[in-house]
């Protein structure tokens, strides 16, 4: 089935560092990726829409400074978190649909597995 | 925007047993449901979806039933299994046709535990 992969898979850094993720669609080209942020316990809160080739869309609330989003490739989408603080400690998992619905559905969403972000 | 509330948010059986989870949407626009389960540490998984054309879907031990009129849509896990023990999230799409219209949105999640 289509196959999302995502790096680091956990990361701690120093407060007032930047930290990349990445997100590729392994077997499938995707115009547009998800990033979610999920604290414990707690539902996926959609963070933004990485959109190849363009700019992304940040939800209400999200930090465009803070948290930027390149979606270079069909394949390819990196979130960056910019000069993080402990708030930002979080597992980030991005997500990705195959719009020809060649492996699964056309709708349905499929998860990287995650990075669990800490910052000391 | 679209809000998916979830219940209960957590649900605790014995093997065997049936598990039943509730969600309900706002927007009348949504026509595709899909739940994921979430074991600890790991990625959602999609294990079924139903789009606003079709009242129930069933596969294997699982089953969603989508009320359109009331706007809620329903997991049921029958014959329970210890490895069913998870958190699982329904949501709810604004669009099937993809794009910038495209955008899921979670519920809070019920985590499941099933007792041996």
């Known amino acids: 089935g289509a196959v999302v992969s995502q790096h680091p898979s956990w990361v701690i850094c120093k407060s007032g560092t930047s930290v990349k993720i990445e997100c590729r669609s392994l077997?499938?080209?995707?115009?547009?990726m998800f990033w979610y942020r999920q604290f414990p316990k707690q539902s996926l809160m959609l963070m933004a829409t990485?959109?190849?080739?363009?700019?992304?869309?940040?939800e209400q609330g999200v930090e465009k400074d803070k948290f930027l989003i390149n979606h270079a490739s069909l394949t390819l989408s990196t979130l960056t978190v910019t000069s993080a603080h402990p708030e930002d400690s979080s597992f980030y998992i991005c997500?990705?649909?195959?719009?020809?619905?060649?492996?699964?559905?056309?709708?349905?969403?499929?998860f990287g597995a995650g990075s669990r972000l800490t910052v000391l | 925007g679209e809000n998916v509330e979830q219940h209960p948010s957590t649900l605790s059986v014995q093997e065997g047993d049936s598990a039943v989870i509730k969600c309900t949407y706002s927007?009348?626009?949504?026509?595709?449901f899909p739940w994921y389960k979430q074991e600890l540490g790991k990625r959602p998984q999609l294990i079924i979806d139903?789009?606003?054309?079709?009242g129930e879907k069933k596969d294997q031990r699982i089953a969603v039933t989508l009320n359109k009129t009331a706007k809620h849509f329903s997991l049921h896990i029958t014959e329970t299994q210890p490895e069913d023990s998870a958190v699982y999230f329904c949501a709810a799409s604004l669009s099937l046709s993809g794009g910038s219209n495209y955008k899921l949105t979670f519920g809070k999640g019920t985590l499941l535990t099933v007792n041996p």
């Open positions: 990485s959109n190849e080739g363009s700019k992304a869309t940040y």
């Open positions: 139903i789009r606003s054309n079709v």
């Open positions: 927007d009348s626009a949504s026509n595709y």
């Open positions: 997500s990705a649909r195959d719009p020809t619905g060649q492996f699964s559905g056309a709708n349905v969403l499929t």
């Open positions: 077997d499938f080209q995707a115009t547009t």
